[in-house]
T-cell receptor
């Protein structure tokens, strides 16, 4: 069956360092992947979308890569700040389709 | 910036009662969705709605669930006879075009007693 997995449930990182989160998918070739941020008690907030023909996408301190050979997307936050602490969700889905979310990685940036 | 709004923020209901969760999607959006998130678990798809009909539903979305867009602005999720396991956060989402990301509301926390 199709699966989308985020390997780390939690990641602690020192302020100022680069956080790298991993998303792997199996038994599917998504046309694009999305990354969302979710704060406790809030809905997911869209951050970035990367298409299969794009290797890399950037938005301010955020960078996403998409490797269709490895079936993997990496999400980077450079110069991380305590305000970046949240759960980050990888997701796929397009067209009329539902969005299928991974379980998320809870990032804690330590001052 | 336009946003998806959901009411109420918290709903407490007795098991077996009907509940209606309400959403106002972003005004020019065409695709509408409901998701749920049981505490500590991942966000799960329930149903998608386009052109006034359901376009896809998950196995969770059984006969006890229904959705409606009663006017040009509201999108509702009804659970006819609630069960304890329906306790979760319910998120509404909308998107303008099929190749654009979904925008989520902040959810309704449904507690079944």
């Amino acid at each position: 069956s199709q699966k989308i997995e985020q390997n780390s449930e939690a990641l602690n990182i020192q302020e100022g360092k680069t956080a790298t989160l991993t998303c792997n998918y199996t038994n599917y070739s998504p046309a694009y992947l999305q990354w969302y941020r979710q704060d406790p008690g809030r809905g997911p907030v869209f951050l970035l979308l990367i298409r299969e023909n794009e290797k890399e996408k950037r938005k301010e301190r955020l960078k996403v890569t998409f490797d269709t050979t490895l079936k993997q997307s990496l999400f980077h936050i450079t110069a991380s700040q305590p305000a970046d602490s949240a759960t980050y969700l990888c997701a796929w889905g397009g067209g009329y389709q539902k969005v299928t979310f991974g379980t998320g990685t809870k990032l804690q940036v330590i001052p | 910036e336009p946003e998806v709004t959901q009411t109420p923020s918290h709903q407490v209901t007795q098991m077996g009662q009907e509940v209606i969760l309400r959403c106002v999607p972003i005004s020019n959006h065409l695709y509408f969705y409901w998701y749920r998130q049981i505490l500590g678990q991942k966000v799960e798809f329930l149903v998608s709605f386009y052109n006034n009909e359901i376009s896809e539903k998950s196995e969770i979305f059984d006969d006890q669930f229904s959705v409606e867009r009663p006017d040009g602005s509201n999108f509702t999720l009804k659970i006819r006879s609630t069960k304890l396991e329906d306790s979760a956060m319910y998120f509404c989402a909308s998107r303008i075009y099929s190749n654009q990301p979904q925008h989520f509301g902040d959810g309704t926390r449904l507690s079944i007693l």
